[in-house]
């Protein structure tokens, strides 16, 4: 499981624009005008010595009515307490505010790492002028510019080595460790406890009842699981969030932990914009996964109802075309007894090998009926495929010019791999053997 790095502070210290810079490419959105990160914003990071899950929050006001800020103060929050680090960002250019003492006096409470960093430090000439931060009473200050990438270097060494690491977890490499992941109230732990067949966790229709992770061991058809529900109980006091923004740090932790992922989405609400956020987290993380539309039997329903919710699937999650649908019913138990076949099913799939003379027959046939397209003026040729992990299937392609494989042509080449062997429920990688890297299709 991969620990957390949240990354908090004022409106407008350049937190979004460090964010960028740890996850090695732009992804939060940044401008000069405060508040325009709302929300929390992940990323998975792989570029160090130990990987982590990097947050961007909101920026954040210790005193404010407005609600908004309110909302945004209640997300950093949460990100410190789901955070086993944390980078603590200031303006050098505004110097030391009340509003950066009162977040330092939260900080001192936090029993966990926490890193001061003062930003939009660019020269020498700035770096003199940022004593009055000590008055916080930390040991060290990072004088940091996360725009021009000065200080970020040596802060990283600094936090990688403040990072937990991951350990050997125990379980028996025969489990098929099973996350189950969606929205609040879309019927997670209900899903789970008919799984289980007993009440292993609280269900109840209220939104954000659940908190924590629960795993559960079980045996089915003489095949080992670990079933791990991104549920509990919600404490007192932690439940000032909004539906629509609860759980991604949970989700994320159960995603890096599991072979084969459930999306549970709800018939009775259809695809919302979290559900694809979600899934696209599983996608990204290269787990097997399967849909589960949930509360099936709650819905108004007509011969042409399972083919729409399909059809609005397959549109909203391009990205997941091999994934299976399955809908059921977790109240009355509808279908559910199909979920563990098609688990079993997709795990087969997630950590097949294919023999290396089968893969380059079907290659060398892909390639002579639709040959690469032309790369500045110059022939592409592919030589040979070779497979080199599997969880999930990972292949390398040898050729004279990596850099000119378009997308389209990885997207060829990985459905004439489905065809052939099938691969269903699972992401393909596909590398290029040279600068390029390849893309998960």
């Not at 931060?133 to 060290?140: I, N």
């Not at 908190?211 to 699981?225: E, L, P, V």
């Not at 080199?388 to 040898?398: C, R």
Request: charged share 30%; glycine share 8%.
């Amino acid at each position: 499981m991969k620990p957390i790095v949240a990354i908090v502070g004022r409106p407008n210290v350049g937190k979004s624009t460090l964010f960028n810079r740890i996850f090695g490419r732009r992804k939060a959105m940044v401008d000069d005008q405060p508040g325009v990160t709302r929300d929390r914003n992940y990323g998975s990071v792989d570029r160090f010595d130990v990987p982590f899950i990097l947050i961007d929050t909101g920026g954040f006001e210790p005193e404010t009515s407005d609600r908004l800020l309110q909302q945004m103060r209640e997300q950093s929050q949460l990100a410190m307490e789901e955070a086993d680090v944390i980078l603590f960002v200031m303006d050098g250019r505004d110097g030391l505010t009340p509003a950066d003492q009162e977040v330092a006096e939260m900080l001192r409470r936090v029993n966990k790492p926490v890193f001061y960093l003062i930003n939009k430090v660019d020269g020498d000439r700035q770096e003199q002028g940022i004593g009055e931060f000590y008055g916080l009473g930390t040991e060290k200050i990072f004088a940091i510019s996360a725009e021009h990438n000065r200080g970020v270097g040596d802060l990283m060494e600094e936090v990688v080595k403040a990072l937990p690491k991951g350990g050997d977890s125990g379980e028996d490499e025969e489990v098929t460790r099973i996350a189950v992941v969606g929205r609040p109230n879309v019927g997670k732990s209900s899903l789970v406890n008919r799984l289980l067949g007993f009440e292993r966790v609280v269900a109840n229709p209220t939104p954000g009842t659940t908190r924590d992770s629960i795993d559960t061991r079980f045996t089915c058809n003489r095949k080992s699981y670990l079933l791990i529900d991104t549920a509990g109980i919600r404490r007192k006091g932690k439940t000032v969030e909004k539906i629509e923004k609860y759980s991604v740090v949970d989700a994320l932790r159960s995603i890096e932990r599991a072979d084969v992922v459930l999306i549970v989405l709800s018939a009775e609400d259809g695809v919302t914009e979290q559900d694809t956020k979600i899934a696209g987290y599983a996608y990204e993380a290269g787990r097997g996964c399967i849909f589960v539309v949930n509360k099936w039997d709650a819905v108004t329903k007509d011969n042409a109802a399972v083919g729409k919710f399909v059809e609005k699937i397959r549109m909203e999650f391009k990205y997941l075309p091999f994934a299976p649908i399955l809908f059921v019913s977790a109240l009355s138990g509808q279908r559910t007894g199909r979920i563990i076949p098609e688990v079993d099913s997709v795990m087969s799939q997630y950590a097949k090998r294919v023999q290396t003379a089968e893969l380059n027959k079907v290659f060398v046939d892909a390639v002579t009926e639709h040959q690469p397209p032309m790369y500045q003026s110059k022939r592409i040729k592919l030589y040979y495929a070779a497979q080199v992990s599997a969880k999930p299937p990972t292949f390398v392609i040898f050729t004279n010019r990596p850099e000119g494989i378009h997308f389209s042509y990885q997207r060829y080449l990985s459905n004439k791999l489905r065809e052939a062997f099938g691969f269903t429920g699972t992401p393909l990688n596909l590398f290029f053997k040279g600068k390029e890297r390849g893309k998960r299709t």
